[in-house]
């Protein structure tokens, strides 16, 4: 069969054979019957055909500054990044004065796209998908350029304009964040977009020349700059209106200025993805940059040169934002323009689902030792946790699906293994807090105390009552994972009344000669942690 994929321009054939387009899933054991009850976990997207036609998907972004590949790989709802390889070129440098793309960029973005086609080659997926943003759209040696592309490397490079630029990043945005509702604010390195998103859809959008690379050079320093910037952001307000409580900010020159403000704050986790910032927060770090060295402050970031150089100037824009719109917070976005192109070529049917569940549903499946005995720890422990809110239970689900998934570390280290992978690995649709939090209850999967970790700094941002929950769902997991390697909700049943402080466990008497010592043990660790008394019930053959 001739397998096609919708993307952002149209239906694109995928000539390669099937078991070529999951090359990386073929392994994956496939024993669930097809008519199982999945329950409220959902039948799993990577079994089914047309996520699987998406398990590769190569872009190609031309953009001012930088180009940019990216391969996306495995779980399709949640972007996992097989390949990304990034060149700042700054096609759109001295665009302002002459009108033409910086020729040194053209040399360095031509020869960055022959060796990304290459690559793509090597990697045996399906042709690229390659877009270009405001200088090339802009140029007036623009369409020569994206000729010259066409014709030395066989690349089709689709100019998008800046409301379609600004409706595919805010598609990246609702990738990561199916619930997102706001202003989206794309910055590059010669314009800016806006995008109202709400309820799973992009509303209006608009484009302005407000990129940094445009910016440079102009006249009168910080003050004809301000001066420049305040009239456009003005309409901007007028167009897209300033009752938006969140914005979500992406782009290099705002993911720049969220690290500088982590350094400033002394912040300990250093995910750049939904790193939130107040408007105050952002006052005090533009202040911050102004007096800062900024030698000293791209090395303490790890922020390139070229970014660096455009900070000032992308910081005098967001001051600017923040005082046109009056967000209460601000949100910063990994997932942008090459994200919505994943995007776009997803079905409703993929894009409805949770991309945090569907992420750790893969990693189950290609990690642990048992696949598929997350949902079973689940429903074990579940009685433990009835009266939790929907956002608790879906942190539920996601630890006993990845409880087992760092199982190959040594296990002097397994603990920390698991916060560590749980507060930094790529999952999208968790909060900072919601990552140390997951990370805490892996944590004591493996680990009774927590005293003497190297996370100290990390846990200290939960509450007691999270620290408390964490440290309840790792010991329930604990003890649920000791008691049988199979289906522990079969051989025993856990009930907990909070209000009596009782924890009752009822054995089947295929159970007896699996709670031994240490699993007793370990339903006496879950008890205290809960503050209950325990009793053990048996029931007869």
């Known amino acids: 069969m001739r397998l096609t994929k919708a993307g952002a321009f149209g239906t694109v054939p995928l000539d390669e054979p099937e078991d070529t387009l999951v090359t990386d899933m073929t392994d994956l054991p496939r024993t669930e019957p097809a008519q199982q009850d999945w329950g409220i976990f959902g039948r799993p997207l990577f079994l089914d055909q047309e996520a699987r036609a998406l398990s590769r998907v190569g872009v190609v972004d031309v953009g001012s500054n930088s180009v940019r590949l990216v391969v996306f790989d495995g779980a399709a709802r949640s972007p996992a990044y097989f390949y990304n390889e990034k060149i700042m070129c700054g096609l759109g440098a001295g665009l302002r004065e002459t009108g033409r793309l910086n020729p040194e960029g053209k040399i360095r973005a031509l020869s960055a796209i022959r060796r990304f086609q290459k690559l793509a080659q090597g990697m045996g997926i399906p042709p690229l998908t ?187 824009v967001l001051r600017q934002l923040v005082r046109t719109f009056h967000p209460k917070e601000i949100c910063i976005s990994s997932y942008g323009i090459r994200e919505g192109l994943l995007f776009e070529q997803m079905p409703e049917s993929v894009r409805a689902r949770d991309p945090l569940i569907e992420a750790c549903r893969f990693s189950e499946q290609k990690d642990a030792r048992m696949p598929g ?66 990370g805490l209850a892996l944590l004591h ?24 929950d964490a440290e309840v769902l790792g010991k329930a997991m604990r003890f649920g994972a000791m008691l049988t390697v199979d289906a522990p909700n079969n051989l025993a049943k856990l009930d907990y009344f909070p209000k009596k402080k009782e924890l009752i466990l009822t054995l089947t008497p295929e159970a007896e000669d699996l709670f031994g010592e240490v699993t007793d043990a370990r339903f006496q660790s879950l008890a205290a942690s809960l503050g209950a008394k325990t009793e053990v019930r048996h029931t007869q053959a």
């Open 445 to 468: 999967r493996y680990k009774n105390s927590r005293e003497n970790t190297p996370f100290a700094d990390l846990i200290d941002m939960l509450s007691d009552r999270e620290i408390r």
């Open 373 to 438: 005995f997350g949902k079973r720890l689940h429903a074990f422990i579940e009685p433990i946790f009835r009266a939790r809110q929907y956002e608790k239970m879906r942190l539920i689900r996601a630890a006993c699906l990845l409880h087992d998934v760092t199982w190959r570390a040594h296990p002097d280290y397994r603990a920390e293994v698991c916060f560590d992978n749980a507060t930094r690995a790529n999952l999208g649709g968790l909060t900072h807090n919601e990552r140390i939090f997951l």
């Open 130 to 316: 390659a877009v270009a943003t405001a200088a090339v759209r802009e140029a007036e040696d623009g369409p020569a350029f994206r000729e010259e592309i066409e014709r030395e490397t066989g690349l089709s490079l689709w100019v998008i304009d800046g409301e379609e630029e600004a409706r595919l990043t805010a598609q990246g945005v609702l990738l990561g964040w199916p619930e997102a509702d706001g202003l989206v604010c794309d910055i590059g390195g010669s314009s800016m977009e806006l995008a109202i998103v709400s309820k799973g859809t992009v509303g209006k959008r608009v484009t302005s020349p407000l990129g940094p690379l445009k910016l440079q050079g102009l006249k009168g320093g910080r003050k004809g700059l301000k001066d420049h910037i305040a009239p456009i952001m003005k309409d901007l307000a007028a167009t897209m209106g300033t009752d938006h409580k969140r914005i979500y900010l992406v782009g290099g020159s705002w993911r720049a200025i969220a690290r500088i403000d982590m350094e400033r704050r002394n912040y300990p986790l250093h995910v750049l993805h939904e790193y939130r910032m107040s408007s105050r927060s952002v006052t005090d770090t533009i202040k911050f940059i102004r007096k800062s060295d900024m030698a000293d402050l791209r090395a303490r970031t790890g922020t390139s040169s070229a970014r660096m150089s455009l900070v000032p100037i992308a910081a005098e």
